[in-house]
């Protein structure tokens, strides 16, 4: 395929992404404004994310390190600055990994134990001159493995509570809500009603913690129908990735 039919196809799923985003928001009585799409790339060259920023997408999420900083470096090269998108961090991170990812990432989905946000607070301070936006990461099943901080949990770094104080707390942070992928055991209504009350609960304490990151390709009008702000997609854009990356 060349690079025109590449960016046809990429069109054709994104306009199908957004009529199903347009749908499952007219189902609930939200506005399409209200949802921001986060174009999920991991796996897919530079020259993806160009297509989507050239078609209009504006955020773009990676889950490792190790592929996002040279993505992210290539589409700068590529793009001008006024059309680079915003790039989200959502995957699992390792704590000697923030210092590169605060450089090119503005949003981090998958901050879920108070060590991690002490890293990432000290790599922010030293290496950002705005805050890092930064999402508390629920699990909701207490499967901690997974990745996720508990509501209810006798590990103190990895305690819901303690995260989200710890990041509110950190100058080179800004506490902007919470994320959640839903378990595969659970029914994704479900998960995602009781992630909407864990972001009912932090906003009593932290007004400004608006976002909800919720649903992927497979649930995402579970997620809106649920509050969701952002949705992460990836296969229903891209297509599907080989198994095990
Ligand atoms: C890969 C990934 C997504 C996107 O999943 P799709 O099913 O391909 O839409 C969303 N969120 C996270 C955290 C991911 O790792």
């Not at 992404?17 to 347009?22: G, H, N, P, T």
């Not at 999920?40 to 297509?51: E, F, G, N, S, W």
Request: with cysteine; hydrophobic share 45%.
């Amino acid at each position: 395929m060349n690079s025109d039919e590449r960016r046809e196809q990429i069109a054709q799923n994104l306009a199908a992404v957004r009529e199903r985003i347009a749908a499952a928001c007219a189902a609930a009585g939200r506005d399409p404004s209200s949802v921001t799409l986060v174009a999920i790339t991991k796996t897919y060259p530079a020259a993806d994310v160009v297509h989507l920023a050239q078609l209009g997408v504006r955020d773009v999420g990676e889950n490792r390190d190790q592929d996002a900083a040279p993505k992210a470096a290539e589409v700068a090269a590529a793009l001008a600055e006024a059309a680079a998108p915003t790039w989200h961090f959502v995957g699992q991170l390792q704590r000697n990994k923030c210092r590169s990812v605060v450089g090119y990432a503005d949003v981090v989905h998958s901050v879920d134990s108070v060590r991690l946000v002490r890293a990432l607070a000290t790599a922010a301070a030293a290496g950002r001159e705005r805050p890092l936006e930064a999402l508390v990461q629920v699990s909701l099943d207490g499967d901690l493995d997974r990745g996720g901080a508990a509501l209810a949990t006798d590990d103190p770094d990895r305690s819901f509570d303690r995260v989200a104080e710890a990041i509110a707390g950190s100058s080179g942070l800004r506490l902007a809500g919470v994320m959640a992928v839903a378990p595969l055991s659970v029914n994704p209504l479900a998960a995602f009603a009781s992630l909407a009350g864990v972001a009912e609960r932090l906003l009593k304490d932290h007004p400004s913690a608006t976002i909800i990151s919720a649903g992927m390709s497979g649930d995402l009008a579970e997620a809106i129908a649920n509050g969701a702000t952002h949705v992460r997609i990836g296969s229903a854009l891209l297509g599907n990735r080989p198994p095990l990356r």
